[in-house]
């Protein structure tokens, strides 16, 4: 069964002191799932314990890699072709389905793919700032004197409140995706 521990925590090189992992950890170590559970403890820092001092295998970190490329992929209109082929080599490299020259040619094709177009991106939106900054100022400008600063300040807390809500939804199924996979792990 893997453990989380004091001095696994330790070897991880975890950034707190001794005197918080002992706060933090009981001497017998915590479960993946208690360690998940620990809303004591910022949520990257619960993902953090999962992945480098839980003793998770490389495959397992890999699948749940994949699980999260994939996530994101799905919130693209049109995810880059080269993108989804690299995770998919990716996962077939993880159960020993892929060679390791493969997963580096998918990984190249991603990567030439990512700096193409971000190249073209960068130049367009380079384009479209300087267009916008003439417009926009003036146009913020006239909207700032022209609305109450009240329902702008609610709008922009609405948003953020859903924005983090989002944001925390989603690291809490990365958090269960981690555990299920480590606790499902027969490799210590």
């Known amino acids: 069964m893997h453990k989380i521990t004091r001095e696994s925590l330790r070897q ?3 950034c707190y002191s001794d005197e918080r992992i002992a706060e933090l950890v009981p001497p017998e170590g915590l479960t993946p799932a208690e360690v998940a559970a620990k809303t004591d403890l910022p949520v990257v820092d619960r993902h953090w314990a ?4 839980a003793g998770a295998s490389a495959r397992i970190l890999r699948q749940h890699a994949c699980w999260c490329a994939r996530r994101a992929l799905k919130l693209v209109d049109s995810p880059d072709p080269s993108s989804v082929a690299a995770v998919e080599v990716a996962e077939r490299f ?3 389905e892929a060679t390791q020259d493969e997963l580096f ?3 190249d094709s991603a990567r030439n793919s ?7 991106a960068a130049t ?4 479209a700032a300087a267009w916008a900054a003439a417009t926009d100022a003036a ?3 006239a909207w700032a004197a022209a609305t109450d600063a009240a329902p702008d300040a609610a709008r922009y807390a609405a948003r953020y409140a859903a924005t983090d809500a989002a944001r925390y939804a989603a690291w809490d199924a990365q958090l269960q995706d981690l555990v299920s996979r480590i606790e499902g ?4």
């Open 185 to 188: 792990d027969s490799e210590p």
């Open 12 to 14: 991880a090189g975890a």
């Open 94 to 96: 993880a159960i020993g």
């Open 139 to 141: 146009w913020a400008a």
């Open 50 to 53: 999962l992945v480098h001092a």
């Open 105 to 107: 040619a998918a990984w």
């Open 124 to 127: 367009d939106a380079a384009r």
């Open 114 to 120: 990512a700096t193409y177009a971000a190249r073209y």
